[in-house]
């Protein structure tokens, strides 16, 4: 019997010694918390699942390892009670936390993953407005009406912090999509504050986050759930149609078109006059519509094409997020602006996009994008 239990001893030392899985460790001491259970989990697709767990003794030493994501980051959790610290994993690293209780979600610290760092700035925030948002709904002084107002602008507020400080920052990190994809708990329960499924420039958040991490984690089921909604809202949230206005005449310049003169990403004023003497594509577009990315490697394509030769384009963006707008042109080596008013839609008389027209060198309009026959670049090639 003992030659037996020796055997099988052996034999699970030789299996935990050929284990070469690539794993992650997480690690630290969680103050105040003797006899506390901790808890390590891992937020999923298909819900929370517990990994590991301690008994912490009198130190709050706690030592966990888990095998290490491969397709892309994942995002996992420390918990005591209710107290939870959100950190993400991008591969084999060694996660130091430092905490204390009862403050251990708000003051505590994480080395060995910067987007952890980002995630720790997003829950504080997320944390703080929830308070708030609580705090006016209990509050039975205030008129509904201005409770709801100031509930509003308190997520207005917020959610522009989100947008320009991870989410258009650095789309393609774990910070951006923990920030895209996070909720928010009132007294009503807990929803979406990005919902892509009823608010456009929501859509373009998550668009903005889900093109970033198809280029960078093109197979991970992350980046499908990201598509996935993205395009689900651009269905849901289609803009109607625009109403066509009559082209003022007064409105066309001494070159023979109608011109246009519209902010780009540098608050520069460009007009179309400015093209005079090249072959140029006037392009009304939406950057967050779903076909957009493959028409702009379209354009590009043309672009270096047929730049030498004295072609241009200048784009018109029509979305209503401006920060949306930035992000998706700032790397584009043409001419872009932005509308909000719809004047320059209105007297081109575009009702349909992406609207194009194409212009040759005397600044004179030869072609609209409803009546082209052939490719378009085969009528570019006409025009130089």
Request: net charge negative.
């Amino acid at each position: 019997m003992k030659k037996i239990l020796t055997i099988i001893t052996v034999g699970a030392m030789m299996l935990v010694a050929c284990d070469k899985t690539p794993k992650f460790q997480v690690e630290g001491t969680i103050e105040g918390a003797k006899d506390s259970m901790l808890y390590f989990t891992q937020s999923t697709l298909d819900g929370v699942q517990k990994l590991d767990s301690v008994k912490l003794k009198e130190d709050g030493a706690f030592s966990f390892k888990a095998v290490a994501p491969t397709e892309a980051p994942e995002f996992y959790a420390l918990q005591i009670g209710k107290h939870i610290i959100n950190f993400s994993v991008d591969s084999t690293e060694n996660i130091t936390i430092t905490a204390q209780l009862p403050t251990m979600e708000r003051d505590y610290t994480i080395e060995g993953n910067e987007s952890s760092k980002k995630i720790k700035e997003i829950s504080r925030m997320q944390q703080k407005v929830q308070a708030r948002i609580v705090a006016f709904e209990k509050n039975e002084d205030m008129l509904p009406g201005d409770q709801r107002d100031s509930i509003q602008n308190t997520l207005n507020i917020y959610k522009e912090q989100m947008k320009m400080n991870y989410i258009f920052t650095d789309p393609a990190s774990a910070a951006a999509y923990y920030a895209v994809c996070q909720s928010i708990t009132d007294l009503g329960g807990t929803f979406m504050l990005f919902n892509p499924l009823t608010d456009r420039n929501d859509v373009k958040c998550y668009a903005t986050v889900a093109n970033a991490w198809d280029n960078t984690y093109h197979d991970a089921p992350r980046t499908q759930q990201l598509c996935n909604m993205a395009i689900k809202g651009m269905d849901n949230t289609a803009a109607p149609q625009q109403k066509v206005l009559d082209v003022d005449e007064s409105k066309v310049a001494e070159t023979g078109i109608i011109d246009i003169n519209l902010p780009d990403i540098n608050s520069k004023m460009r007009s179309i006059k400015e093209l005079k003497g090249k072959v140029a594509l006037i392009d009304f577009t939406i950057y967050g519509a779903k076909e957009s990315a493959e028409r702009t490697r379209l354009l590009r394509s043309l672009y270096e094409k047929y730049h030498a030769q004295g072609f241009e384009i200048y784009q018109i963006s029509l979305d209503q997020d401006i920060h949306f707008w930035k992000f998706s042109c700032e790397n584009l080596p043409w001419v872009c602006v932005h509308e909000t008013d719809g004047v320059a839609t209105n007297i081109y008389n575009v009702t349909d996009i992406p609207t194009f027209f194409l212009v040759n060198r005397d600044n004179e309009i030869v072609l609209r994008s409803d009546f082209m026959e052939g490719t378009l670049e085969d009528n570019i090639q006409k025009l130089l």
